[in-house]
C-alpha cells in the first residue's frame, strides 16, 4: 500500500525520528531574468546563459506543519539536445535499491532509478519521452512515491495544473 499525501505535505507519526532535508531552492538559473507562474509550476529563465538549465520549471512540496521541503521537481531541456528532462530531489533517507514510482492520474505508474545521492538530498532523473509528455500534459496530478527506511512507500502528489502549458513555453524559451 501506498500511503499519499496531497498537495501540501502532511507529516505523520511514520516521519518520527526522520528529517527531511531536501534542496529548498531549485538548483535553478542563477540569476534568474524572468520568474512566471503558470498554474502550479513556476518557470525561471536566465537570458544568455550557457547554463544547460538555463530554463527551468519547477514544483515544491513542503510539510504542512514545518514549511520544510519534503520533494522538488524540475523540468529542463539540457542545451544541445531535443529531449527534456524532469528531475526530483528527494529526501536523503530514501532506500535506494527501491525504484521512485511516478503514475500519472489511472495509469500505470513508471519505474525511475534513484540515480545518486548528495548530503542531505537524493537524485532521480529520466529524459521524457513523448508518451510521458502527452501523459504529464493531459492529466491533472502525478504521485511520486519511494520507498522510506521503514519499508514503507510514501506517495507524494504533484499538481500537473498548468503543466502544458508551461511545458509548451519551456520548450520555445530553451530551444528557440
Known amino acids: 500500500m501506498i500511503?499519499?499525501?496531497?498537495?501540501?505535505?502532511?507529516?505523520?507519526?511514520f516521519?518520527?525520528?526522520?528529517i527531511f532535508?531536501?534542496?529548498?531552492?531549485?538548483?535553478?538559473?542563477?540569476h534568474a531574468d524572468t520568474s512566471e507562474r503558470i498554474g502550479d509550476w513556476t518557470k525561471l529563465c536566465q537570458s544568455g546563459s550557457t547554463d544547460p538549465r538555463a530554463c527551468v520549471l519547477t514544483q515544491k512540496i513542503q510539510s504542512l506543519?514545518?514549511?520544510?521541503?519534503?520533494l522538488a521537481v524540475g523540468v529542463y531541456y539540457p542545451r544541445g539536445r531535443d529531449v527534456a528532462e524532469m528531475e526530483f530531489?528527494?529526501?536523503?533517507?530514501?532506500?535506494?535499491?527501491?525504484?521512485l514510482q511516478m503514475k500519472v492520474d489511472n495509469h500505470d505508474a513508471m519505474?525511475?532509478?534513484?540515480?545518486?545521492?548528495?548530503?542531505?538530498?537524493?537524485?532521480?532523473?529520466?529524459?521524457?519521452?513523448?508518451p510521458v509528455i502527452t501523459l504529464l500534459t493531459g492529466g491533472k496530478a502525478a504521485v511520486i512515491s519511494f520507498v522510506l527506511p521503514s519499508g514503507e512507500r510514501?506517495?507524494?502528489?504533484?499538481?500537473?495544473?498548468?503543466?502544458?502549458?508551461?511545458f509548451r513555453g519551456l520548450s520555445?524559451?530553451?530551444r528557440g
Not at 89 to 99: F, I, N, R, T
Open 3 to 13: 500511503r499519499v499525501v496531497r498537495g501540501v505535505f502532511a507529516a505523520g507519526n
Open 15 to 18: 516521519l518520527a525520528g526522520i
Open 21 to 30: 532535508v531536501v534542496l529548498l531552492a531549485w538548483q535553478a538559473p542563477a
Open 65 to 70: 506543519d514545518t514549511k520544510d521541503p519534503v
Open 89 to 99: 530531489h528527494l529526501p536523503a533517507q530514501v532506500v535506494l535499491e527501491k525504484p
Open 111 to 130: 519505474d525511475l532509478t534513484i540515480n545518486e545521492c548528495k548530503p542531505g538530498f537524493c537524485v532521480a532523473a529520466a529524459a521524457l519521452d513523448p
Open 154 to 166: 510514501m506517495g507524494v502528489t504533484v499538481s500537473l495544473k498548468g503543466f502544458g502549458q508551461a
Open 172 to 174: 520555445k524559451a530553451s
